[in-house]
């Protein structure tokens, strides 16, 4: 299939451009700085584009089947527009250009309720304090994103992962339409599953949430890595 990916220099983008090309798909690459992107390859076209310009974002979905986003910021205090804005140029260009498929990441918070099994400390506090303070600008955007994306006719699907980690391999990773329990998705298995939703369209019009369950770290691990390392 003929790709578009969007925020492809990110960690989660680039496992999604690193699969699709090896599975022999012909990939787009979408980042603001091209001359960093570390991968090449004759079925790869890297492009630099900042999803807030509508005409650079047309250009990159111009003659694809189906557009990929893995498009975020890190948590700010700040307002953030990047999800709503950038969702609203593609699929845009999306209806301009004839593509239908459009698999977009947001996150499990999202889903609304606790994580089954999850401990009360987790659910009580920790989640919703996050969800509320350091997260909750990126989380309202995230809404607006998930509003845009499910009022358009396109054939949409949103990826709600948990915490996400990085690991090598691709794992037996679980897929469901409700919230699953566990707190973390490694890259690997996201970048996994929006491959299989674009090229293979399991579940069309759905909200779902996958989740890593083999080699998971502590949450510990993660926030020392994720929350001080920068990335959100
Ligand atoms: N980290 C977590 O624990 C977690 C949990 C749940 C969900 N998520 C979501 O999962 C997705 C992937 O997260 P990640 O941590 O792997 O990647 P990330 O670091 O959030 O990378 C996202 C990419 O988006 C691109 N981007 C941002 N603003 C842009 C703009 N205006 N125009 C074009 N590109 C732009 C950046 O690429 P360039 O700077 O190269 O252009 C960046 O590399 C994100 O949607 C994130 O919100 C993350």
Redesign the pocket.
Known sequence: MKLVV????????RQVTEQAVAEGHSVVA????PE?FPLSDPRLRVVG????DPAAVERAVAGQEAVIS?????YSRNPVT??SE?ITHITQAMTKHGVRRLVC????VLFGVSAPGETFFFRTVLEPFIARTIGRT?YDD?RRMERIVSDSHHEWTVVR????FDTNAVSDYQVATSRLPGRFTS?AD?GNALLREATGGRHVRAFIDVRTTEGVPSVLD?IRK?AFGG??
């Open positions: 969007f925020g492809a220099n990110g960690p989660t983008g979408v980042t603001r700085r960093e584009a900042d999803v807030e893995t498009l975020g910021v890190p990047v999800y950038g990441v947001t996150s499990t990126v995230m992962p948990a915490g996400l890259r996201l993660v994720e990335k959100k």
